[in-house]
């Protein structure tokens, strides 16, 4: 099964801080083994919202809205994408990541993910008889 592992990011990232280096070198290692393993499938960090845009339709008219976007309550800082047999190994990786970050950042460190289960387009096909 696919999860998608996301992270919140905090005010200094929305600040446009670059992470902190002992973190990133600490996370080198750690996801070269989660790649190496196959759990793995992709990662990467997002720009703050300062960067982005919103897009939205309704009744047919198209509005973009250029960044920042102070109104976010909980912006995506970065994600992973993990190919794993559960929802508790998906939940026992982000912990795992989650742990990382605070071994290197202190125990005041906090943050939150959100696991869910990815769906592809097998969702959607009727079972063959």
């Given at each position: 099964?696919?999860?998608?592992?996301m992270?919140?990011?905090?005010?200094?990232?929305?600040?446009?801080?670059?992470?902190?280096?002992?973190?990133?070198?600490?996370?080198?290692?750690?996801?070269?083994?989660?790649?190496?393993?196959?759990?793995?499938?992709?990662?990467?960090?997002?720009?703050?919202?300062?960067?982005?845009?919103?897009?939205?339709?309704?009744?047919?008219?198209?509005?973009?809205?250029d960044?920042?976007?102070?109104?976010?309550?909980?912006?995506?800082?970065?994600?992973?994408?993990?190919?794993?047999?559960?929802?508790?190994?998906?939940?026992?990786?982000?912990?795992?990541?989650?742990?990382?970050?605070?071994?290197?950042?202190?125990?005041?460190?906090?943050?939150?993910?959100?696991?869910?289960?990815?769906?592809?387009?097998?969702?959607?096909?009727?079972?063959?008889?």
């Amino acid at each position: 099964m696919k999860f998608m592992l996301m992270i919140n990011g905090d005010a200094a990232y929305e600040a446009g801080q670059p992470p902190n280096p002992q973190l990133m070198a600490a996370m080198g290692p750690y996801v070269e083994k989660m790649a190496q393993s196959g759990v793995l499938v992709e990662t990467a960090g997002l720009l703050p919202t300062s960067h982005g845009s919103r897009m939205t339709v309704s009744g047919g008219a198209f509005t973009v809205t250029d960044g920042p976007f102070s109104e976010a309550k909980e912006v995506i800082g970065g994600y992973a994408i993990v190919e794993v047999e559960s929802k508790e190994e998906a939940l026992a990786v982000s912990r795992d990541f989650l742990q990382l970050h605070v071994d290197v950042l202190g125990s005041a460190y906090t943050a939150v993910a959100e696991i869910r289960p990815m769906m592809g387009m097998t969702c959607f096909t009727p079972a063959q008889a």
